[in-house]
């Protein structure tokens, strides 16, 4: 099925450093979303993204709409331990009649203290 | 907590068997999406459900079925189990369809084709 390309794969911080992570895409989004997974939960929305260009912050966390809306990332500030979780990114197609989302495979962040 | 809830926690199977699994949706939530997530990868869309109608599906074949109820509660049916449908299994409620910003995850069922 059809993903989105999210870089890294993986990190590994010290704690109080920053964190980027990005998805890319080959095709037009219409809403960016991003979501924190920990082990045995479901992914919780993060931040939600709608207009090309936007800039959007939750506390540490901001997020960016790319202006061609085949891009978006996502900054941690000043992480923590519990910062420690798998992100994804996801995108809802402009086209098609379902309101399914489309998901990047996860940046998988480790913290160390 | 996002008041989604889904049964059994676990579940193993083998090749050929049926599987159903259950999602209780959060009260008043008309919408429910089921997404199949491999092991290190994202979630995967099959379908979703909007007042007990199929509105959208993924790139799944027909084995994969559903049904949503009046009570916000619905199932994810799977026939003839293959040993790639492995997976964890997440159903998603929503107040309504296209609301995917207010869309809550269940914690999801880990499913095991032997």
């Known amino acids: 099925g059809q993903q989105l390309n999210q870089s890294p794969q993986s990190m590994f911080i010290q704690e109080g450093e920053d964190v980027s992570m990005n998805c890319t895409s080959s095709s037009i989004f219409n809403t960016w979303l991003w979501y924190k997974q920990d082990p045995g939960e479901g992914p919780v929305l993060l931040i939600a993204l709608y207009k090309a260009g936007e800039l959007t912050s939750n506390g540490r966390l901001t997020a960016q709409f790319g202006i061609t809306r085949k891009d978006s990332f996502l900054n941690i500030s000043a992480s923590i331990p519990s910062d420690v979780g798998i992100y994804f990114c996801?995108?809802?197609?402009?086209?098609?009649?379902?309101?399914?989302?489309?998901f990047g495979k996860g940046t998988k962040l480790t913290v160390n203290p | 907590e996002t008041g989604v809830t889904q049964s059994p926690t676990h579940l193993i199977k083998t090749r050929g068997q049926q599987v159903t699994l259950r999602c209780s949706s959060q009260?008043?939530?008309?919408?429910v999406s089921w997404y199949q997530q491999a092991l290190g990868q994202g979630p995967q869309f099959i379908f979703q459900?909007?007042?007990?109608?199929?509105?959208g599906r993924g790139n799944f074949p027909p084995r994969f079925s559903g049904l949503q109820f009046p009570n916000y509660s619905s199932e994810l049916n799977v026939n003839a189990l293959e040993l790639d449908d492995s997976a964890l299994y997440l159903c998603a409620s929503s107040p309504d369809r296209g609301l995917t910003d207010t869309q809550y995850f269940g914690p999801g069922t880990r499913l095991t084709v032997l």
């Open positions: 009260s008043g939530h008309n919408t």
């Open positions: 996801a995108g809802q197609p402009q086209q098609g009649g379902s309101e399914k989302l489309v």
């Open positions: 459900y909007y007042r007990e109608e199929e509105n």
